[in-house]
């Protein structure tokens, strides 16, 4: 069933224009990775998506209804959960808090947060502040969890982290895609990423290059538009 579908995306910050006619779409329970050299657009598309930067042209249907106009809050409450670039979360809530304020009833609880990050379990009544920068990320994911999302969009959610802390973050999305979540994801590592997408879709200057399966991104596809 068809979750997400873009079609003609363009957004502006202000005057300048970042996205120039981006289109993919997404089935219930894909895991599509959202690739592209810097500054090609992909956090813009997932700001567009999340309707925190509103889009001037083309459209997006989530869910079976059409974003245009709709409020950022209400666009989480059609269960987008978002985890943005950065970690956010309450510095001065504990984890615990900042677990419980974005819970809303569906599978996803604290219990099972804290078994897909025991991490979690073990510093529930720390302040978010004094967690680590891995600990935050898991913190940040926990929390969109929280929200009981159709599509988790998680946006370079390894970046900055220690090896270690990486592979239990990759861990814990192979465990949701196993368990038929929805994921859009952007993120450096190509090779994980490859290990978990179904699809990825490619920008390059705002607007979409090439679509397909992992084992379609050749190598000359991988030079052309991702330059590794
Ligand atoms: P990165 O991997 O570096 O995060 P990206 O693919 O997510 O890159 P975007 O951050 O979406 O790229 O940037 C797309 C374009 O929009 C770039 O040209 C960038 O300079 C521009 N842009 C991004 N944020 C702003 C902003 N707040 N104001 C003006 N222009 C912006």
Redesign the pocket.
């Known amino acids: 069933m068809m979750l997400l579908q873009i079609d003609k995306l363009q957004s502006f910050?202000?005057r300048?224009q970042?996205?120039f006619g981006v289109d993919f779409s997404m089935d219930e329970g894909e895991v599509v990775a959202?690739m592209?050299?810097?500054?090609?657009?992909?956090?813009?598309?997932?700001?567009s998506l999340c309707r925190v930067?509103p889009y001037r042209d083309g459209s997006i249907r989530f869910g079976g209804s059409d974003l245009a106009g709709m409020r950022p809050h209400k666009v989480a409450r059609l269960g987008i959960g978002l985890v943005p670039?950065g970690r956010r979360c309450f510095p001065n809530l504990s984890v615990h808090e900042n677990l419980v304020v974005a819970a809303r009833s569906g599978a996803w609880t604290l219990e099972r947060v804290n078994r897909l990050f025991p991490r979690l379990k073990e510093r529930q009544q720390q302040s978010a502040s004094t967690l680590s920068g891995g600990e935050q990320q898991m913190l940040a994911i926990g929390r969109a969890l929280m929200t009981n999302p159709r599509l988790l969009i998680l946006?370079?959610a390894t970046e900055g982290l220690a090896p270690v802390i990486r592979q239990e973050i990759w861990s814990a999305v192979r465990e949701l895609k196993g368990e038929g979540q929805s994921i859009l994801i952007?993120d450096?590592t190509l090779k994980e990423l490859m290990k978990v997408a179904d699809r990825c879709t490619i920008?390059e200057?705002?607007k979409s290059v090439w679509d397909g399966t992992p084992s379609a991104l050749t190598d000359d596809i991988q030079d052309r538009y991702l330059g590794v």
């Open positions: 910050y202000g300048s970042a996205l959202l592209g050299r810097n500054g090609m657009g992909k956090t813009t598309t997932i700001r930067l670039e946006d370079e952007v450096k920008l200057r705002g």
